[in-house]
């Protein structure tokens, strides 16, 4: 068996090329962008184009082409911000809500498979150290 580093990267690299087909890639890329802004507003952060691009981990060119077509979507909008009318923020409107509730809903489902046979506190204590390595990337991403 590889290091847990390798393991690491091995099962993020498996469920990011999970589906191939054009319209499961495009609906997985609007709920990355979905999830970029859930994210940073969660943490109180403005999500700005250049904020989504830090979050995502890509070019702030490919971020808009994302923003924009979530736009389209009807899953962000965008506004000037309340605090820098020179900056524009990107928000979930109320269908982004409904899409990211469904993608979480599918998320846990296959949370729920991929653990089948682990008890309550496996699940807990793998839930935590996930958490953990995430809040550990942020700090290692930080300006």
Same mark, same amino acid.
């Given at each position: ?9 091995? *099962?993020?690299?498996? $469920? /990011?090329?999970?589906? &191939?087909?054009?319209?499961? /890639? ?5 709920? +990355? ?7 940073? %507003?969660?943490?109180?952060? =403005?999500? &700005?184009?250049?904020?989504? %691009? ?15 077509? !979530? ?6 909008? @965008? %506004? ?8 524009? #923020?990107?928000? +979930? &409107?109320?269908?982004?809500? /409904? @899409? ?5 809903? $599918?998320? #846990?489902?296959? *949370? !729920?498979?991929?653990?089948?046979? $682990?008890? !309550?506190?496996?699940?807990?204590? *793998? ?5 953990? +390595? ?8 930080? =300006?």
């Amino acid at each position: 068996m590889s290091g847990p580093g390798q393991a690491l990267f091995a *099962f993020v690299r498996h $469920w /990011a090329r999970r589906s &191939t087909a054009d319209d499961a /890639a495009d609906q997985g890329r609007l709920v +990355l962008v979905g999830e970029a802004v859930h994210s940073l %507003a969660e943490r109180g952060v =403005p999500a &700005t184009v250049n904020a989504i %691009a830090v979050e995502i981990g890509i070019d702030q060119s490919g971020v808009s082409r994302l923003v924009k077509a !979530a736009i389209e979507a009807g899953y962000l909008a @965008m %506004a000037a911000s309340r605090t820098d009318g020179r900056r524009r #923020e990107v928000s +979930l &409107t109320p269908e982004g809500r /409904a @899409m990211l509730d469904e993608a979480h809903r $599918w998320q #846990e489902q296959i *949370f !729920a498979q991929l653990t089948v046979g $682990w008890s !309550a506190r496996r699940r807990r204590d *793998f839930q935590q150290a996930m958490g953990d +390595l995430i809040e550990r990337s942020r700090s290692l991403n930080a =300006p």
